[in-house]
């Protein structure tokens, strides 16, 4: 198994009392909380739910579930009857007696529209001095949805400067999103859709990989920044999702289409609409046929009198990846530009509503010189037909009809020579060459060319 960014110190791990798995404590017995409680004492763990509020500790230590959910009581009941599950309102002795504490406290929305911190906070104190009197290697899993850097930020402080104990080498932190959805949380605990383990050490990876291997033998390991994030992604997708299935109903239901039924169809296709395919950060949609769909959609909302304010921001969301490179081009101050790649994407001369021909256009009315390159697109191909083709649509073709061809260079070494920046738009081995055999040449990278850029290249893209 592959650990990345993980150090590989060997810590001692010390279980307090004599149990074949590790004992877990978990704080707050809500939604999250409770289900956890449940179904980690089904995997054959010793539970210790804790929680401020008396009752709820009540209701946890006697089976009974303090939320509605399908087979939660009945779960609860029978780690209960076997002696796995019990419950207290002291974290402090919770945490001194278990080996592993999930964090499942509230994180409401403050005031100014962020993260109200104070039930972290608090629950860190109670931990910390908890941790600060015992023995052995203690792992915290926060479980809570947060923003990106709070674990390490808010919650490993206060531990630390309690407990006087150092993160990493005396206890393991984490972080160890759930993805449980109400009215099925158990069953999804037990079929998980992934299970993310985000940490910075090699023990509290492999802890916390053993207590989910009955239900998930290949738990994605990550840093706890991005399992953060992933938390929230997700949740933004799911929203998003439900945006669009909206507007495309209000869309169907004036023009007599059964939007159920387009749906229907729509999912079914898991190799492009439900799937990975164009979900990684990168340049602006281009092409033939996006943005001239868009556009005619929000036509057809328009003449309908229909709002989607979601699809109709496409263009304006889009229009802002142009605007990114742009800028980018311009605080570096350059008078010279090399373009690698024009098509809207690799392997084809379909100039139509390409982006990248969009931010040319803008930088060659400021002044700028521009020198480009595609291994498919040549001095013969039929720039001014396909520029007729996109008369109406995004201009940038159309701007350029005229000087595109004098901008094309046969090889991409001319390119580089001539460039003081370079944008490149298409991935390939030709253009990685390129980069890394000219480390003087700053390059903007839309494409994302390398998941780890050579430290002698001067590279930088719009999402990372």
């Not at 909380?33 to 946890?60: F, M, N, P, R």
């Amino acid at each position: 198994m592959e650990y990345r960014k993980f150090s590989t110190f060997d810590a001692e791990i010390v279980v307090t009392k004599p149990h074949s798995k590790p004992r877990i404590s978990v704080v707050g017995l809500g939604y999250v909380g409770a289900v956890s409680t449940a179904c980690l004492a089904k995997l054959g763990h010793e539970v210790v739910g804790v929680d401020v509020d008396a009752h709820k500790v009540k209701q946890i230590g006697n089976g009974c579930s303090p939320i509605h959910e399908a087979d939660l009581s009945k779960t609860l009941s029978e780690g209960v009857d076997g002696g796995l599950i019990s419950a207290t309102q002291d974290l402090r002795a919770a945490v001194a007696d278990t080996d592993v504490t999930f964090v499942s406290v509230g994180t409401p929305t403050a005031a100014d529209g962020g993260c109200d911190y104070s039930y972290i906070e608090q629950a860190s104190e109670a931990m910390a001095e908890g941790l600060r009197g015992k023995e052995g290697f203690h792992v915290f899993a926060m479980r809570c949805s947060i923003p990106p850097g709070t674990t390490m930020r808010v919650m490993a402080p206060i531990l630390e400067r309690i407990s006087g104990k150092t993160v990493g080498r005396d206890f393991g932190v984490c972080f160890n999103p759930e993805f449980l959805r109400e009215g099925v949380a158990i069953d999804d605990f037990h079929n998980p859709p992934k299970t993310v383990i985000g940490t910075t050490d090699f023990a509290t990876a492999e802890i916390m990989r053993n207590i989910y291997a009955p239900v998930d033998a290949k738990p994605i390991l990550t840093t706890i920044e991005v399992a953060e994030t992933i938390k929230y992604v997700d949740n933004v997708w799911h929203a998003t999702k439900v945006c669009f299935a909206n507007e495309v109903g209000r869309l169907c239901k004036p023009l007599g289409v059964d939007s159920h039924a387009v749906m229907d169809v729509f999912t079914q296709d898991t190799k492009l609409n439900l799937s990975p395919y164009y979900l990684k950060p990168g340049f602006a949609y281009g092409g033939s046929c996006l943005p001239k769909e868009v556009r005619a959609v929000k036509h057809v909302a328009d003449t309908l009198g229909v709002d989607l304010p979601m699809i109709s921001s496409l263009e304006q969301s889009n229009s802002e990846q142009i605007r990114q490179a742009v800028e980018m081009v311009q605080r570096l101050g350059a008078k010279r530009v090399g373009v690698l790649g024009l098509a809207f994407k690799q392997g084809t001369d379909d100039l139509r509503e390409s982006p990248i021909l969009e931010a040319m256009a803008e930088l060659q009315q400021q002044g700028v010189e521009i020198v480009a390159h595609d291994a498919a697109v040549t001095k013969d191909t039929p720039i001014a037909g396909l520029a007729s083709y996109t008369r109406h649509g995004s201009k940038g073709l159309s701007e350029l009809v005229d000087s595109l061809k004098g901008m094309l260079r046969d090889d991409v070494g001319t390119v580089m020579a001539e460039a003081e920046v370079v944008i490149v738009c298409h991935s390939n081995d030709l253009y990685r060459s390129a980069v890394v055999g000219n480390p003087n040449v700053p390059v903007i990278d839309v494409v994302r060319l390398f998941k780890t850029a050579p430290a002698s290249v001067s590279i930088n893209g719009i999402g990372w």
